[in-house]
């Protein structure tokens, strides 16, 4: 990046594009009715919410303006297990994006913000792989539950009333 106003321009784009990611993981966690991938999704959303911390202080400490959210997409209802290939085209967007912003991160040459976007996209790459895990019904993506733990049942559906 040669000026400050690209390095804006460029975290701006980035900040939008993860914003949509999040939103739709927000979404896809009201579809999850299994308790223990639904932590997984929560505990991938307050991740994500820092990362948008640090994408807007960048903003502010080069001087630019916070962006508005970008338009929440639809996530269809989903019904028994399909909220599984809902994770799965999780796990895939994660990748397009790690794919389509890791080269133009490497030319980033604010080394503090360099490396706070290569932060982001590694812990994108963890979150892909705990979206493949739950795509394949595998429980067990934050830790496993002590057998005296009983998790029957399915999380509420109105679990984030306050929006």
């Known amino acids: 990046m040669s000026t400050t106003s690209d390095l804006a321009g460029l975290i701006r784009d980035f900040l939008l594009e993860r914003t949509s990611l999040l939103m739709r993981h927000e979404d896809v966690a009201r579809q999850v009715p299994d308790y223990d991938i639904n932590n997984a999704y929560q505990y991938i959303v307050a991740r994500e919410e820092t990362h948008l911390s640090w994408l807007q202080h960048a903003l502010l400490d080069l ?5 508005a959210d970008p338009a929440r ?73 002590l057998a005296i733990n009983d998790h029957s049942g399915v999380v509420m559906g109105a679990r984030w009333t306050g929006q």
Do not use: C, Y
Not at 63 to 67: F, I, N, R, V, W
Not at 95 to 106: I, L, M, P, Y
């Open 63 to 67: 001087g630019a303006a916070l962006p």
């Open 73 to 145: 997409q639809t996530v269809a209802a989903t019904k028994g297990d399909a909220w599984k290939e809902l994770a799965a085209d999780d796990a895939r967007a994660n990748a397009q994006f790690v794919e389509k912003w890791r080269a133009k991160v490497e030319d980033v040459s604010n080394a503090r913000h360099k490396g706070m976007l290569k932060v982001v996209l590694g812990e994108m790459l963890e979150h892909k792989r705990l979206f493949d895990q739950a795509a394949a019904g595998n429980k067990n993506l934050i830790g496993t539950s």
